[in-house]
């Protein structure tokens, strides 16, 4: 079972559209209550400041964390140093904080883009659902790789640089077309 700070990789022919080419950074985990966790490429339109008017204006952008719970935003940081009370998922990256204090530093720029990730909705499994999706090898673990990860905006290059971050083993995969049959 992949632990909480590891991202998991969508096998590379998922047709779930909601998962496809995607990775997720597991938050949280717990086996009588199950697994939670944010797809980090899937990009929308909307900005921070569109859905939540107390905020500073910002330019951040939304992604959809998963197809669950989308009527609250979520957000994973690396600065725990500056916002606190979040949870430390380890490779320096922390899921949650302090709101007020959130809003102080997006309104005086002490946050920057590439430290600071915004969710709507998040990715759920049922006790024991993950464990039999990983059996079925529709998911891919990536135990190391750059804390900068997390915060690539690009899709596609995240789902690649991650696969290249697993070794040479998956590295080949990167190249892989969405649709078999056009390789």
Request: charge should be negative; include cysteine; aromatic fraction near 10%.
């Amino acid at each position: 079972m992949p632990a909480v700070g590891n991202l998991l990789l969508s096998e590379p022919f998922m047709l779930d559209p909601s998962f496809q080419r995607s990775v997720v950074l597991l938050c949280e985990h717990d086996p009588s209550r199950g697994t939670l966790g944010y797809v980090l490429n899937q990009a929308t339109d909307l900005k921070v400041s569109d859905l939540l008017t107390e905020f500073p204006k910002s330019d951040f952008p939304i992604f959809i964390g998963g197809p669950v719970g989308h009527d609250a935003i979520h957000f994973i940081h690396c600065c725990g140093d500056r916002l606190p009370d979040g949870t430390d998922l380890g490779n320096g990256l922390f899921w949650g904080g302090n709101f007020e204090t959130l809003k102080v530093l997006l309104e005086t720029g002490a946050i920057a883009a590439g430290e600071i990730k915004f969710f709507l909705g998040y990715s759920g499994w049922d006790p024991g659902q993950l464990d039999r999706e990983m059996t079925e090898n529709s998911w891919m673990v990536c135990t190391h790789y750059n804390p900068e990860l997390p915060f690539v905006n690009q899709a596609e290059d995240l789902w690649k640089e991650a696969l290249i971050a697993m070794g040479p083993k998956y590295a080949h995969v990167a190249n892989f077309p969405i649709d078999p049959r056009l390789n």
